[in-house]
C-alpha cells in the first residue's frame, strides 16, 4: 500500500481527513528512498513506532473532527499490520537475524562516529537503541549511517548544532544491501522469527477488511 492508501484507510476507520495522516504515513515509507524494495520497511517496527515515528510527531494527533488520535495505534494498525497482511508486526530481531555481520572494520566506523561526534546521552541512547534491543553489533548499521544522522536524528532530537557537509564512511546501503530478502518480508507471506502464532492482532472488526 502507498501513504496514501494507508491514509484512505485511516479515515475510514478514525474520521478526519485524508491530509490528517498523510505526513505519518509518507514518513512510514521515506525508507523506500533508500531500498525500493520491501526490505525498507525498518520503521515498520515497534522499535521505529516508539524511537522515530512518536518522538517526531508525538503521541496523539486530532484529526480535523476534533478526535484525538494515537499515533502508535495509527502506526500499527493502519500501516504495519496492513503491509504484512494483518498477521504480524515484525520486530527490529526480525530484521536483524536476516543481516550479515559486521567485519572489524565497520566496528571501527561505527566507534569513529562515536569518537568524532559530542552526542548528548539522549542522541546516545537513540543510536545505540537497536543494539540494546538485539544485542547485535550489526544493528548498529541502522543508525550509524548518513541517512539516519543527518535526516533521522535532528527530526527525533532537535539540536542547534551545525550539520556539517561531509562524507560519511557508512551509507544507509550499508544495511540494506547486507539484508536478505525473506519470505515473510514479502506483505506477510511467511511468519518472521518473532511469530507468535497469534492469527490477528487488530480488533474483530478489522479481521475481514481487505486492506489491500
Known amino acids: 500500500?502507498?501513504?496514501?492508501?494507508?491514509?484512505i484507510l485511516s479515515v475510514r476507520r478514525r474520521g478526519g481527513r485524508i491530509e490528517d495522516y498523510y505526513p505519518i504515513h509518507d514518513f512510514m515509507d521515506c525508507t523506500k528512498e533508500l531500498c525500493s524494495d520491501n526490505r525498507h520497511r525498518i520503521l515498520h517496527t515497534l522499535w521505529g513506532v516508539r524511537r522515530v515515528v512518536v518522538p517526531i510527531f508525538g503521541s496523539h494527533l486530532v484529526n480535523s473532527d476534533g478526535r484525538s488520535v494515537s499515533v502508535k495505534d495509527l502506526?500499527?494498525?493502519?500501516?504495519?499490520?496492513?503491509?504484512y497482511g494483518n498477521k504480524f508486526i515484525p520486530t527490529l530481531e526480525d530484521f536483524v537475524a536476516a543481516l550479515?555481520?559486521?567485519?572489524?572494520?565497520?566496528?571501527?566506523?561505527?566507534?569513529?562516529?562515536?569518537?568524532?561526534?559530542?552526542?548528548?546521552?539522549?542522541?546516545?541512547?537513540?543510536?545505540?537503541?537497536?543494539?540494546?534491543?538485539t544485542g547485535k553489533i550489526s544493528s548498529l548499521l541502522i543508525t550509524h549511517n548518513s541517512w539516519f544522522l543527518n535526516s533521522i536524528l535532528p527530526r527525533v532530537l532537535p539540536s542547534?548544532?551545525?550539520?556539517?557537509?561531509?562524507?560519511?564512511?557508512?551509507?544507509?546501503?550499508?544495511?540494506?544491501?547486507?539484508?536478505?530478502f525473506l519470505r515473510w518480508m514479502d506483505n506477510g507471506e511467511?511468519?518472521?522469527?518473532?511469530?507468535?502464532?497469534?492469527?490477528?492482532?487488530l480488533p474483530r472488526r478489522y479481521r475481514n477488511e481487505i486492506c489491500g
Open 1 to 7: 500500500m502507498n501513504p496514501y492508501a494507508h491514509s
Open 75 to 83: 502506526c500499527e494498525q493502519d500501516h504495519i499490520l496492513p503491509d
Open 100 to 133: 550479515s555481520d559486521v567485519d572489524p572494520a565497520e566496528s571501527r566506523k561505527i566507534d569513529r562516529i562515536h569518537s568524532e561526534n559530542d552526542f548528548t546521552a539522549e542522541e546516545r541512547d537513540l543510536l545505540l537503541s537497536p543494539l540494546f534491543a
Open 160 to 180: 542547534p548544532a551545525d550539520i556539517r557537509i561531509k562524507d560519511y564512511e557508512i551509507s544507509a546501503g550499508a544495511f540494506f544491501t547486507r539484508l536478505s
Open 190 to 201: 511467511g511468519t518472521p522469527p518473532s511469530y507468535t502464532g497469534l492469527v490477528q492482532v
